[in-house]
T-cell receptor, first 112, second 114 residues
């Protein structure tokens, strides 16, 4: 039930764009995105809900294709502060207890 | 202003000893979770709680037990620590079962079993 993330790693220059993908084999209620800096806790970025509602970040956007059980995170005009590991977390439609399954992460490095 | 704290932050213990990690929250959230994070595996759910005295197993629960006697505290116990339980442990809280506002994670406990 663990979602699959791709790519595993991305290296960018400041100002460049990146896309991170998340795919699940289960019917999903929602997809979460988190960023984790080295040695720190994951931090919630945004949630995408079944039905298309999106809640979260100003400069980072995402999409959720319910039929394909896929989500993509779009980082536009990357800044140095975007560096870190990005995780998607998925909530299955059948789950009633809020548990998330996390992908293995995508390591994003932004260079000046 | 952290609404969730974990203790200890670091611990080294010997194989075979019991270890208890504590997660304390001040948000009055009903849902609490224990995850472990290992390189290449991401975050994997150990146990979770959906209320006082209401707990259930996650995907990697063998060798772990939990207790929740108060809304604010969720304890994770390694009954007899093994080297395979060397990991970083994160506690998370959620406002509701739909997790509409995401998880808030604690700062983590780095556990080394020697």
């Amino acid at each position: 039930q663990q979602p699959v993330q791709s790519p595993q790693a991305v290296i960018l220059r400041e100002g460049e764009d990146a896309v991170i993908n998340c795919s699940s084999s289960k019917a999903l209620y929602s997809v979460h995105w988190y960023r984790q800096k080295h040695g720190e806790a994951p931090v919630f970025l945004m949630i995408l809900l079944k039905g298309g509602e999106q809640k979260g970040h100003e400069k980072i956007s995402a999409s959720f294709n319910e039929k394909k059980q896929q989500s993509s995170l779009y980082l536009t005009a990357s800044q140095l502060s975007y560096s870190g590991t990005y995780f998607c977390g998925t909530a299955d439609r059948g789950s009633t207890l809020g548990r998330l399954y996390f992908g293995r992460g995508t390591q994003l490095t932004v260079w000046p | 202003d952290a609404g969730i704290t974990q203790s200890p932050r670091h611990k080294v213990t010997e194989t075979g000893t019991p270890v208890t990690l504590r997660c304390h929250q001040t948000e009055n959230h009903r849902y609490m979770y224990w995850y472990r994070q290992d390189p290449g595996h991401g975050l994997r759910l150990i146990h979770y709680s959906y209320g006082v005295k209401d707990t259930d197993k996650g995907e990697v629960s063998d060798g772990y037990s939990v207790s929740r006697s108060k809304t604010e505290d969720f304890l994770l116990t390694l009954e007899s620590a093994t080297s395979s339980q060397t990991s970083v442990y994160f506690c998370a809280i959620s406002e509701n079962r739909w997790t509409d506002y995401g998880y808030t994670f604690g700062s983590g406990t780095r556990l080394t079993v020697v």
